[in-house]
Structure formats: C-alpha cells, structure tokens
C-alpha cells in the first residue's frame, strides 16, 4: 500500500537523491528545459513548483530559503528577477511533464520537463 509515501527514493540513498534532485533544479531554472525519465522529472516537478512558488514572496527570507536549496547566487537572482515575476499571477503549474519517448540504451521512458509560458 502506498499509505503516507510522500516521495520516490529513485533507488538512491538520501544525500545522493537530493543532490540530483537539486541538479535538475538548477538546470531546469537555467536552461528551461531538463530531459530525464518519467519519474525524476516528476520528483524534480515538486521541487521546482515550491522553490518557485516561495521565490515568488520576493522577500529576503524567501531569498535566503532558496539560496539554501540552490547555492548559486547568481542563479538565485535569476530566479527572483525573471522567473518569479513571470509567474506573479498564477498559482501553481510553473512546469510541465511531456513523455519523450523510451531511451535506445535500457528502455526507461523518457520525459522533457520545461517551465511554462
């Protein structure tokens, strides 16, 4: 039963998940778009809706929250000077999960997961 799962494990220990996770991170807000399998794309999806969501505060707390997630600064002001304001008026779905196909080397279904317009 899946009863109180919150999250996948990806089959990684707990350091090394969040540490991929918050790569993925920080090229999805870099380049916009990030092509992994389904199911890091989907764990990736979470992540980046509530950094985004709480960059959205614009406050310096919220700046600090992130920085702790992200650490680059110069990808931290990105993302509260052009991706926060971009998504002002909405509240949520900042990103999108478009199947790709399955990968030639092992069969994984692929996934293109990209920020919204």
């Known amino acids: ?8 494990k990806l089959n990684r220990a707990t350091d090394q998940r969040l ?3 918050h ?3 920080d090229s999805l807000l870099r380049h916009s778009r990030v092509k992994t399998t389904v199911q890091k794309a989907r ?3 979470r992540l980046a809706e509530r ?3 709480t960059a959205k505060r614009g406050d310096l707390h919220a700046r600090r929250q992130v920085l ?4 680059d600064k110069d990808l931290v002001a990105h993302l509260f000077e ?10 949520g779905g900042y990103t999108c999960v478009i199947r790709a196909g399955r990968r030639a080397g092992d069969n994984a ?4 997961l990209e920020l919204t317009d």
């Open 82 to 91: 052009e991706i926060a304001p971009r998504y002002a008026d909405r509240y």
């Open 43 to 45: 764990e990736t999806q």
């Open 51 to 53: 950094i985004i969501t």
């Open 109 to 112: 279904e692929m996934a293109i």
């Open 19 to 21: 540490a991929l996770l």
């Open 23 to 25: 790569s993925q991170v």
């Open 68 to 71: 702790r997630r992200i650490g």
């Open 1 to 8: 039963m899946r009863h109180r799962r919150d999250h996948r």
